[in-house]
T-cell receptor, first 116, second 111 residues
Framework: NAGVTQTPKFRVLKTGQSMTLLCAQD?????MYWYRQDPGMGLRLIHY???????AKGEVPDGYNVSRLKKQNFLLGLESAAPSQTSVYFC???????????????FGDGTRLSIL | GENVEQHPSTLSVQEGDSAVIKCTYS??????FPWYKQELGKRPQLIID?????GEKKDQRIAVTLNKTAKHFSLHITETQPEDSAVYFC??????????FGSGTKLNVKP
């Protein structure tokens, strides 16, 4: 199993450009998440999804949009990139148990995004 | 929302010594506390976790303790080795599966 796969791994954008980051998981997980990681600030939740067709805002959603059209895929979009969005982006997924206790997250390898 | 604070931000120990990293949380609804290790340029990897109905959990050289009353939990690494050098993150999760992370501790184990 590949687990959680993120594409691309690296990308450089100019201010104002748009792009989409793709996250795919093959573990049949219900929950998927997008985080950004900046130096000294840990992981901050951008958006998350509790199932196909549903999304919700996290701590830092401004400037980003997401879609979950298929259970295995979670897309993160930047409509008009800004230098403040330079970061490492991590996707994660987790399982929803029958007894809905919290379950650990599985992370992808990350996408390094630089916006000039 | 939940607020997770983690200390220290950096920790340097001699090989063989113990390392302790502490986290506090604010939301009493948090009931799951995972710890992640992240090596440079790599993904965070789960190393140990604890649920709110348990006070302590151990896995070989690592252990986690939880004090629900005081809302704090700690990671203990004994007999540290150079390969333990990494950034460690604590997290607290409120139902269901919504995670809040600490800011990380950079652990340096000196040979």
């Amino acid at each position: 199993n590949a687990g959680v796969t993120q594409t691309p791994k690296f990308r450089v954008l100019k201010t104002g450009q748009s792009m989409t980051l793709l996250c795919a998981q093959d573990m049949n997980h219900e929950y998927m998440y997008w985080y950004r990681q900046d130096p000294g600030m840990g992981l901050r939740l951008i958006h998350y999804s509790v199932g196909e067709g549903t999304t919700a805002k996290g701590e830092v959603p401004d400037g980003y949009n997401v879609s979950r059209l298929k259970k295995q895929n979670f897309l993160l979009g930047l409509e008009s990139a800004a230098p403040s969005q330079t970061s490492v982006y991590f996707c994660a997924s987790s399982f929803l148990d029958r007894d809905p206790r919290n379950q650990p997250q599985h992370f992808g390898d990350g996408t390094r995004l630089s916006i000039l | 929302g939940e607020n997770v604070e983690q200390h220290p931000s950096t920790l340097s120990v001699q090989e063989g010594d113990s390392a302790v990293i502490k986290c506090t949380y604010s939301d009493s609804a948090s009931n799951y506390f995972p710890w992640y290790k992240q090596e440079l340029g790599k993904r965070p990897q789960l190393i140990i976790d604890i649920r709110s109905n348990v006070g302590e959990k151990k896995d070989q050289r690592i252990a986690v303790t939880l004090n629900k009353t005081a809302k704090h939990f700690s990671l203990h690494i004994t007999e540290t080795q150079p390969e333990d050098s990494a950034v460690y993150f604590c997290a607290a999760s409120i139902p269901v599966n919504k995670f809040y992370f600490g800011s990380g501790t950079k652990l340096n184990v000196k040979p």
